[in-house]
């Protein structure tokens, strides 16, 4: 263990980013091992990555891998979807403890009382949630495709929608379906300041005020375009406004800046000062480069799912992709 934490040591004090690159494409080269990545990791591994995208488009490039080793730089209950999926490869991540507040505000033993009450309710899961409550769904869902996969289901058959009330709040009232809805939120997108926000609109008139649909109904309601963070790259690339304040994770403005160079992004503030003055998902950031090159170099630490919940978990996500094709 010691020679791991000296060599650890070593990599940190001694190698530059460029060099952290070429050493990762050597490693990814030599191990076929592909690097999938989200658009809320830091933008040097947004850049080394083979695929960057939102948990629809990482996990379809999952199922469709042909690598036999899959990096996964984003949270753990993405790499468990991808281990889920692909139970024959090894799955690693670059740290272990990137976990997710939605998740976590899910228990499982709770959320199997809460269905156990509604046994004649369909249950749809967002993917933002733990292998184990994916056993206890019928289908998944992402911010991508969950109007369509809840349009999917007969309009007399009632819903249990979890673990994001927020999201389920603005399916609601997208679909016309009346949902019952687990009491969960991620932390981050509950963190935007709706004074903030009004008063950098002020600021800034001529810009196009976005949000992502895990948003608080409030903040949503202000929002000139709410969608999943790809749909909110597309709409910044072919709306003509050249300036736009967005309320999502701020790792997404590195892509948006590279879509579209000529135009201006402004992260939405978060309620509270902090570092960078907008809202940051503390799990995300866990990973770093040189996490990232660690992770590749030794193939851990590694995640992992037993069959028994592997089984289970697969069938509602191969519903969704199905569904998603």
Known sequence: MTNSINEFIEVRTTLTESELFDDIRKLKESKNAVLLAHYYQEPAIQE??????????????AASTQADLIVFAGVHFMAETAKIINPTKKVVIP???????????????????????????????????????KTMSDIVCTS????????SVPKDQPIIFAPDKNLGKYLIEKTGRDMILWDGACLVHEAFAIDKILALHDK???????????????IL???????????????????????????TEAGILHQMQ???PHKTFIPAPAKEDNTCACSECGYMKM????????????????????????????????RMLELSN
Not at 48 to 61: E, K, P, T, Y
């Open 95 to 133: 740290d272990l403890n990137a976990g997710c507040s939605l998740a976590d505000s899910c228990p499982p033993d709770k959320f199997r009382k809460f269905i156990d009450s509604r046994p004649d309710h369909v249950v749809i899961s967002y993917i933002n949630c733990s292998a184990e409550i």
């Open 287 to 318: 990973n770093t480069l040189e996490k990232l090159y660690w992770c590749l170099k030794n193939e851990t630490p590694e995640v992992d799912v037993s069959e028994k919940i592997r089984a289970k978990a697969i069938v509602p996500i191969q």
């Open 48 to 61: 080394i990555s083979d695929f960057v995208g939102d948990s629809l488009a990482l996990s379809q490039q």
């Open 258 to 260: 590279k879509e579209v």
């Open 144 to 151: 991508s495709n969950a109007e369509k996969i809840i349009e």
């Open 204 to 218: 800034h008139p001529e810009a196009k005020f976005i949000a992502h649909p895990e948003s608080t109904p409030q």
């Open 221 to 247: 309601t202000v929002a000139s375009y709410i969608g999943s963070t790809s749909g909110m790259i597309n709409h910044v690339k072919t709306n003509p406004a050249t300036k736009f304040i967005v309320a």
